[in-house]
């Protein structure tokens, strides 16, 4: 490793278990008001929608509305399943599928 | 009779799913990471110590534009700052907790292993005892898969140059579509969902991946509005999946 990839890596190691850690750290000394607890509970959804309805609209960086766009069709898919069925497994097996199908097709 | 050990090991199976989701996008990480010029330890170091998928990524199509490592840093703080509201979500479980279980726990903290571990915090039926074993198998699951499929990547990218582009890492987009949409049982919830995925397409070019961020507040802002609003007009948060 150069000192460059040492100085990204520990960079960016430390960054991030400094995010994750901080708040346990503190332990009985963190209080959330409970505005704060009810917002806490919109945070996973709202976090997740935003990494991925890009990657569905936008895979390439332009808007993609276009029937040719396999991330947006393997998502659409994978929706449709996890509405449905509330499954992972198969959420995750049903969007792999389509999407693939999909870049094969086009 | 519920050991540690038990416990643990159904952490780790209740994870499975997510397993086969990261493990796609474990492996297309390794192949990218190594052809974007990272070395190979650089690469399985990146996975051991950062394990944090999307800012990895991330790093590694920066590194290839030659972005510098200021720039590097400051966007995995922005990528990764979720898994802090992560942390507060878990706290009230996990501070009676001795430091030397806060702090693994700590640094393992991922999306997949919230979204199981939350899951099972939240069933009252079981004592709070020994919880923090099915958390810690979550992530050990978690972790050493990572770490597992980071090398078979690197390993296949050198005998399949292109697999790279195969588009794999869709199996990050519908794993993430697996726990959100299940999720979305009030209309609040889908308020939040609806504004925060609007606002990051159109911010999606602000840059430093700011507009994440942005689209993360104003989803959340927007859930809590919903809610307010539902309840002063005197409806209930109906539960359509009841």
New interface residues.
């Given amino acids: 490793m150069t000192l460059h990839e040492v100085l990204l890596i520990g960079g960016m190691a430390l960054i991030t278990f400094a995010i994750r850690y901080t708040l346990f750290a503190a332990g009985h000394r963190v209080r959330f008001s409970p505005l704060m607890t009810r917002a806490l509970g919109y945070v996973p959804v709202a976090v997740l929608t935003a990494i991925i309805v890009p990657m569905m609209l936008r895979p390439e960086g332009q808007l993609a509305l276009q029937l040719d766009n396999a991330w947006l069709f393997g998502g659409l898919a994978a929706i449709a399943v996890a509405a449905w069925r509330r499954n992972l497994l198969l959420t995750i097996f049903a969007g792999m599928a389509c999407f693939l199908f999909w870049r094969w097709l086009f | 009779m519920s050991s540690p050990l038990r416990t643990a090991l159904q952490g780790a199976r209740d994870t499975?799913?997510?397993l086969?989701?990261a493990l796609?996008f474990g492996i297309i990480f390794g192949t990218l990471a190594v052809s974007s010029g990272?070395?190979v330890?650089?690469t399985l170091?990146?996975s051991v110590?950062?394990?944090?998928g999307?800012?990895?990524f991330i790093?590694v199509s920066l590194?290839a534009s030659g972005t510098g490592?200021l720039v590097?840093?400051l966007t995995?703080?922005i990528v990764?700052?979720?898994?802090?509201?992560?942390?507060?979500?878990?706290?009230p479980w996990?501070?009676h907790l001795p430091?030397r279980w806060?702090?693994p726990?700590?640094?393992w903290?991922t999306?997949e292993s919230?979204?199981v571990v939350?899951r099972y915090y939240l069933d009252d039926s079981r004592p709070l005892g020994g919880k923090h074993w099915y958390f810690l198998g979550s992530c050990i699951a978690m972790y050493s898969n990572w770490v597992l499929c980071t090398l078979i990547g690197v390993l296949l990218g050198q005998s399949l140059p292109g697999m790279a582009g195969w588009?794999l890492d869709?199996?990050m987009?519908?794993?993430?579509?697996?726990?959100?949409?299940?999720?979305?049982r009030t209309r609040?919830?889908l308020v939040?969902?609806l504004?925060?995925?609007?606002?990051?397409?159109v911010a999606?070019d602000l840059p430093y991946q700011l507009?994440?961020m942005l689209?993360?507040?104003l989803?959340?802002?927007s859930?809590?509005l919903a809610?307010h609003l539902l309840q002063r007009s005197g409806e209930v948060c109906l539960d359509d999946a009841a």
């Fill in positions: 499975i799913p997510m086969i989701g796609p990272l070395s330890a650089a170091a990146m110590f950062v394990f944090a999307s800012s990895q790093a590194i490592l590097i840093w995995t703080l990764n700052l979720r898994h802090m509201l992560y942390s507060a979500s878990l706290l996990v501070r430091q806060r702090i726990l700590g640094f903290l999306d919230f979204a939350h588009g869709f199996a987009v519908a794993t993430f579509i697996g726990i959100v949409v299940p999720a979305l609040p919830m939040a969902a504004v925060a995925g609007a606002v990051a397409v999606y507009g994440l689209a993360a507040l989803g959340v802002a859930g809590l809610e």
